[in-house]
């Protein structure tokens, strides 16, 4: 069980805009900033936003994410068929003293 | 462009030793920390450790506590994890990843290496 909760699934129609939450606690959301990525299957890894809301460059900006409380959220506007991918939310957990991440959500574009 | 490639990964016995590394390049290695996170088959990213540019600061995950170990050589540009007592749930893709940030409470991975398989079983 993650300390990070998040739908296990998500699904949406090109160029609709779709939004993926991550649900914490005290010691982790609501302490510290959150980032989020992307992954494709039998990849590695990418970078999608850090600092809850920062864009790395060459992400296109059609991702957003922000941050409320003990809750983050990240959406993909103007959704394409490359990004069916699990996207995952991660944090650092001050109790746990470990970085956590939620157990992701399997984008599907319909 | 940061660059970093794993290997090590193979089929060991439970209860058996490994040890993976990680070669980082394009990027001033003994200044970032760095960490081991894994993909077990079927299941999320797990976060397993961190150590900071100098060594000075390690984290681990409780469920890696006394059994693995993070180390790095500056001198190389090399990342380490010795892994002892394997248990089959110790079977996933492990990845190294670059920290970027100021500290670890809000530091984030970017990039990642392209994995190696260690597979757990008799």
């Known amino acids: 069980q993650s300390v990070l909760t998040q739908s296990p699934s998500a699904s949406g129609t090109p160029g609709q805009r779709v939004p993926i939450s991550c649900s914490g606690g005290?010691?982790?959301?609501?302490?510290?900033?959150v980032n989020w990525y992307q992954h494709f299957p039998g990849t590695s890894p990418k970078l999608l936003i850090y600092n809850n809301s920062q864009r790395p460059s060459g992400v296109p900006d059609r991702f957003s994410g922000s941050k409320s409380g003990t809750s983050a959220s990240l959406a993909i506007s103007g959704l394409q068929s490359e990004d069916e991918a699990d996207y995952y939310c991660a944090t650092w957990d001050d109790s746990l003293n470990s970085l956590v991440f939620g157990g992701g959500t399997k984008l599907t574009v319909l | 462009e940061a660059q970093l490639v794993e290997s090590g990964g193979s089929l060991t016995q439970p209860g058996g030793s490994l040890r993976l590394s990680c070669v980082a390049s394009g990027f001033t290695f003994n200044t970032q920390g760095m960490n081991w996170v894994r993909q077990a088959p079927g299941k999320g990213l797990e976060w397993i450790s961190y150590?900071?540019?100098?060594?000075?600061?390690?984290y681990y995950a409780d469920s890696v506590k006394g059994r693995f170990t993070i180390s790095r050589d500056n001198a190389r540009n090399s990342l380490y994890l010795q892994m002892h007592s394997l248990r089959a749930d110790d079977t996933a893709v492990y990845y190294c990843?670059?920290?970027?940030?100021?500290?670890?409470?809000?530091?984030?991975?970017?990039?990642w290496g392209q994995g190696t398989l260690v597979t757990v079983s008799s």
């Open positions: 990843a670059r920290a970027r940030g100021s500290s670890v409470k809000v530091m984030w991975f970017d990039p």
């Open positions: 150590i900071s540019g100098s060594s000075n600061y390690i």
């Open positions: 005290s010691s982790n959301i609501g302490s510290n900033p």
